[in-house]
């Protein structure tokens, strides 16, 4: 079975500064794609950065970037120049991606709290 | 595109009692999802539907039914409502995997409170 972990239930960072949001995953899939997604206090989800089980080079969206290690299983989030607005949480996801599949579902971690400290 | 509307926003149902939420997608998308999150959590999945006519259940669908007669709306019902079902439920589309497109779109969430 597909599982996440998020291991840090809350984080706190200096604005400017950069800041490391861990995420391990298991699976036994080969075809397989990973999700962050922000959720504000407001609510929405809001989907941030993607990387596929056969990408060689690390995803970069802007000030995020997807730390992707495949042999260790973990998937870590960076997000550089910290700003105020990016206090929220953060959901690592999973889904698997191979032709054929039905669903696709989404697997979710349980997600980390980030404060932006001015 | 509006992408993912969802309807109500916000509602309080008593133990008991059934509602329908509604989730309405202009994408085009043939695949539709229910996820709920209770407080503190990730998002869980209830029921999913991969095209009009197919739903199938997620990991909690105890207390939920579905259906899927257009490719646009996919709604949730809930029957005789209990506060377990209490939580924010939120609607999601996207293509098909084959598309080699996999990003997931959310809408704004429904947050029920049963008592």
């Known amino acids: 079975a597909q599982k996440i972990t998020q291991t840090q239930p809350g984080m706190f960072v200096q604005e400017k500064e950069a800041v490391t949001l861990d995420c391990t995953y298991d699976?036994?899939?080969?075809?397989?794609?990973l999700f962050w997604y922000k959720q504000p206090s407001s609510g929405e989800m809001i989907f941030l950065i993607y990387?596929?089980?056969?990408?060689?080079q690390n995803a970069t969206e802007g000030r995020y970037s997807l730390n992707f290690q495949k042999a260790r299983k973990s998937a870590n989030l960076v997000i550089s120049a910290s700003q105020l607005g990016d206090s929220a949480m953060y959901f690592c996801a999973m889904r698997d991606i191979k032709l054929g599949n039905q669903g696709g579902k989404l697997i979710f971690g349980q997600g980390t709290e980030l404060s932006v400290k001015p | 595109n509006a992408g993912v509307t969802q309807t109500p926003k916000f509602h309080i149902l008593k133990i008991g009692q059934s509602m329908t939420l509604q989730c309405t997608q202009d994408?085009?998308?043939?695949?539709m999802y229910w996820y709920r999150q209770d407080p503190g959590m990730g998002l869980k999945l209830i029921y999913y539907s991969v095209g009009a006519g197919i739903t199938d259940k997620g990991e909690v669908p105890n207390g939920y039914n579905v259906s899927r007669s257009t490719t646009e709306d996919f709604p949730l019902r809930l029957e005789l409502a209990a506060p377990s079902q209490t939580s924010v439920y939120f609607c999601a589309s996207s293509y098909p995997v084959s598309s080699g497109t996999y990003e997931q779109y959310f809408g704004p969430g429904t947050r029920l409170t049963v008592t």
């Open positions: 994408m085009n998308h043939n695949y």
């Open positions: 990387q596929g089980s056969y990408d060689e």
């Open positions: 699976t036994s899939d080969q075809s397989y794609g």
